[in-house]
């Protein structure tokens, strides 16, 4: 499994968002993929915004919008829906 | 008709803020000029230096010193309130101003922008391109698994989110990038299954004896040295003349397979190892971010081993564009310290170009940046001829079932069956309306690369015979909802 260094890190504290349904603990500020991939879902080739892997549909107060995973911030209460790959 | 709001106006606008666009910005404030600053990255400091998320706090951040000299222009810079950043934005295209939208005004360029808050141009009389690199892909057989990814994208994680996305991670490629990578992530408690160079011991080590060059660049080269004596001392494989020959697994990486190389840079696929391991990082160096200069009308070259598609410039680094200047890896993937020395001097060439300082001025202020960027670039040359793959492997590699378009599933001999039943076409473009290789959302940037070697090897022409994907605004995909948001809720 990945893992979140702890080691001279100081995170704010864990907020929960919603990945296909299901519950996810992520950090504000973080990347939409590094929450994805700590949550075992994994669709980042370049993490850079080129590839357009990562594209995830993301709703936040009843907009909905595709995104880069890996250029999208956490933000408390996103729901993310990523295809089935 | 009605008439549309002014487009703003700036003097100064830099794509890109990375070493290049920060070195620019910090030698523009300093003759006073009004910057403005844009990256898709939510802060400062390029691909080298992603910044952890302002909601951390990281103690000892990137402390290598390697990063000394990028890190020191980053915090001359860094969230400085006399520069207009705009962050998390994408610069969708450098467009001809638009008489309608700018009152008439004809010089300079309008830039096409996509903010966190959607769509708008913006006028500029200067315009720097410092959009940096990334990392050139190698197709094989399973490199479309999740868990196959850039050695870059995995430092990424690491640099920026704190994070090791991953539990036992294969290194496969020809720059010593993946070196650092590894070393990263063996400090941060991940299992490291090996690093595999497709170089032999013997012709790295030839090129690193060179006197001078060890001497002018130590620094890289002790800490070279340092990583690999602590990855031998953590047990870590370090293989040379080897390279990834496939990649299994039911739904994700499961296991690597790779081959030995014989003398002559071919695979040897009798002389195979399988690593087990959940991530490959593909570290085969890097292409240059050129395409909103090609965008832009700009001309390119063709340098295989220096990131592809490179854009001409003159000595004060402006393009064939007028008023369009290019700095960083766009101009020859040379690494960060080159790129923040070129930002520099292009700087000196925008000052000039905008009639704030004479030609003698330019000159005397240049030549400190120039010395210094004339040291590195040896070493970047070097560095080079010692990263280079072998001649036919990205060819080798990508054997007939590999996907060769990631975005829309095209495999490399469906890919050359069609070329085959159409041998009329012999450019990028035509084998690209032809094939649908390129039309996805990366616009080709996965599979360019890999595209004009296939198609030139066919057709027995260059590279720059078949030239590059023609590149067309907007060069990143945007939304219908994005551009009409009234119309697409």
């Known amino acids: 499994?990945?893992?979140?260094?702890?080691?001279?890190?100081t995170r704010p504290p864990a907020i929960a968002i919603q990945v296909n349904g299901r519950e996810v603990t992520a950090y504000e500020g973080e990347s939409l993929a590094t929450a994805l991939i700590a949550a075992g879902v994994v669709r980042t080739y370049c993490n850079m915004g080129?590839?357009?892997?990562?594209l995830v549909e993301v709703e936040n107060g009843g907009r909905s919008q595709r995104v880069r995973a890996c250029l999208t911030a956490v933000r408390a209460g996103l729901r993310i829906t990523v295809a089935q790959a | 008709m009605t008439a549309e709001a002014a487009v703003e106006h700036r003097d100064v606008v830099i794509v890109g803020a990375g070493p290049a666009g920060l070195g620019a910005a910090a030698v523009l404030r300093e003759h006073g000029l009004d910057v403005t600053l844009i990256d898709e990255q939510p802060r400062a400091g390029g691909q080298i230096l992603r910044q952890p998320p302002r909601t951390f706090t990281v103690e000892r951040w990137l402390s290598a010193k390697i990063y000394d000299r990028v890190k020191a222009a980053l915090q001359a810079m860094n969230e400085r309130s006399d520069v207009d950043w705009r962050m998390s934005s994408s610069v969708l295209g450098i467009l001809r101003p638009s008489p309608y939208r700018t009152g008439g005004r004809r010089a300079g360029h309008e830039l096409w922008i996509q903010g966190p808050s959607g769509c708008y141009f913006l006028h500029a009389s200067t315009v720097l391109v410092a959009a940096g690199c990334y990392e050139r892909p190698l197709a094989f057989p399973?490199?479309?698994l999740p868990g196959v990814m850039g050695a870059g994208a995995i430092q990424g994680f690491v640099k920026s989110q704190q994070f090791v996305p991953g539990n036992r991670f294969l290194f496969v490629g020809s720059h010593p990038l993946q070196l650092v990578v590894a070393d990263q992530l063996l400090s941060a408690g991940a299992d490291v299954a090996g690093v595999v160079f497709t170089q032999r011991m013997r012709s790295a080590l030839t090129a690193l004896a060179h006197p001078q060059?060890?001497?002018?660049?130590?620094?890289?080269?002790?800490?070279?040295?340092?990583?690999?004596?602590?990855?031998?001392?953590?047990?870590?494989?370090?293989?040379?003349g080897a390279s990834i020959l496939r990649v299994e697994g039911a739904s994700a990486v499961e296991r690597a397979t790779i081959a030995m190389l014989r003398p002559d840079g071919t695979i040897d696929s009798d002389r195979t190892e399988a690593i087990d391991c959940d991530?490959?990082?593909v570290c085969h160096g890097f292409l240059a971010s050129s395409e909103l200069p090609r965008q832009a009308g700009a001309s390119v070259r063709w340098r295989e081993h220096e990131g592809g598609w490179l854009v001409d410039h003159d000595s004060w680094f402006q393009s064939s564009v007028g008023n369009l200047f290019v700095a960083g890896e766009v101009t020859g993937v040379a690494g960060a310290d080159a790129a923040l020395e070129k930002g520099r001097v292009a700087a000196i060439g925008m000052l000039r170009a905008l009639g704030r300082i004479d030609a003698r001025r330019a000159e005397q202020l240049a030549r400190p940046f120039r010395r210094r960027l004339a040291g590195m670039q040896r070493f970047a040359q070097l560095l080079h001829d010692l990263a280079r793959p072998p001649q036919h492997l990205a060819d080798s590699t990508m054997t007939g079932e590999a996907i060769l378009c990631r975005c829309e599933s095209i495999r490399r001999d469906e890919f050359e069956q069609q070329l085959r039943e159409n041998p009329h076409v012999v450019s990028s473009d035509a084998a690209k309306l032809l094939t649908r290789v390129g039309m996805g959302l990366c616009?080709?940037?996965?599979?360019?690369?890999?595209?004009?070697?296939?198609?030139?090897?066919?057709?027995?022409l260059s590279a720059a015979d078949v030239g590059p994907f023609q590149a067309q605004a907007p060069v990143k995909p945007v939304l219908l909802g994005v551009l009409a948001p009234e119309r697409c809720s």
Do not use: H, Y
């Open chain 2, 279 to 281: 991530r490959v990082g």
């Open chain 2, 213 to 240: 060059v060890m001497l002018q660049n130590s620094r890289q080269f002790i800490e070279s040295a340092r990583i690999l004596r602590r990855l031998r001392r953590a047990g870590v494989p370090v293989k040379f």
């Open chain 1, 50 to 54: 080129v590839c357009f892997d990562c």
């Open chain 2, 443 to 460: 616009q080709g940037r996965m599979c360019g690369d890999n595209a004009v070697r296939t198609l030139a090897r066919m057709r027995g």
């Open chain 1, 1 to 9: 499994m990945s893992s979140r260094i702890t080691k001279n890190v």
């Open chain 2, 142 to 144: 399973g490199w479309t």
